[in-house]
């Protein structure tokens, strides 16, 4: 099974992939996870990519599409995949038929998380993330903290805020959402891959959802 999970930041991709992982046992591939071990380790790549992040802008495509080309090799990705947060271009979602057609591979569905804009906001301010790069898990101070205050339920690491989790570049991050990646919904509806579900509700019937589409 290979799912994309598309919606705007902070609309549950990451929450929802880390239930996926249980359930499905593929793996959860986020750009934005790798970009952000690559910034953590100073890499040339990590420290290029920061510049954009922090403005909330994307990172250019060819450096992304060459991280999912890489990601995609490892033999974990055999039985399926869950990609989270890529593609957001449409070229990026071009090459990524290319890469997956050179593997006589494809997409099976691409689950659209629909949530409107403010709400997005509250989400991202309030999230704390686990630090624990194998863990990962997100929280949000009130709409699902952790039993005990910055710390990781999972794995009981410290939790923190990402750097880009602030209002500015929150509202950064969205509009380059509306136009950068919003397209994405038309080029996955043409394809007959789009599953638009409501994004709003709790996280556990949000899964149930995207449960029942996946069968
Ligand atoms: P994304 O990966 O799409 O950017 P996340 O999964 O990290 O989004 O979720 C963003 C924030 O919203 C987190 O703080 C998370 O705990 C919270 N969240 C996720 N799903 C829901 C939901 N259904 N209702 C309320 N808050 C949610
Ligand atoms: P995320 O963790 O998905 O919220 O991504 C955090 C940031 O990483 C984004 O705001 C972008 O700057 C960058 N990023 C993540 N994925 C991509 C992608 N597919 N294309 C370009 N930039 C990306």
Same mark, same amino acid.
Do not use: M, S
């Given at each position: 099974m290979n799912l994309i999970l598309l *919606? *705007? =930041? $902070?609309? $549950?991709k990451g929450t929802q992939a880390k239930k996926l992982i249980d359930k499905y046992q593929i793996p959860q591939i986020s750009t934005g996870d790798i970009l952000r071990a690559a910034v953590k380790e100073g890499t040339e790549m990590g420290r290029k990519a920061k510049e954009y992040m922090d403005a909330g802008k994307l990172v250019p495509d060819e450096v992304v599409i060459g991280i999912i080309r890489d990601r995609l090799a490892q033999p974990d990705c055999r039985k399926g995949f869950i990609l989270d947060g890529? =593609?957001?271009t449409v070229p990026q979602a071009e090459a990524l038929d290319k890469v997956l057609a050179e593997m006589n591979s494809k997409i099976d569905h691409v689950i659209s998380i629909d949530v409107d804009e403010e709400e997005l906001v509250t989400r991202l301010t309030g999230r704390r993330t686990c630090k624990n790069p194998d863990c990962g898990q997100m929280y949000h101070i009130k709409f699902n903290p952790p /039993? /005990?205050?910055?710390? @990781?339920?999972? @794995? *009981?690491s410290e939790l923190y805020q990402r750097d880009d989790d602030n209002e500015a570049t929150v509202r950064s991050r969205l509009a380059t959402y509306n136009q950068a990646t919003k397209p994405l919904i038309d080029y996955y509806q043409a394809k007959g891959l789009l599953r638009p579900i409501k994004g709003v509700g709790s996280i556990d019937d949000i899964f149930t959802q995207i449960c029942g589409i996946l069968g």
């Open positions: *919606g *705007g =930041p $902070g609309a $549950g890529f =593609p957001r /039993k /005990k205050e910055g710390v @990781c339920d999972k @794995c *009981g």
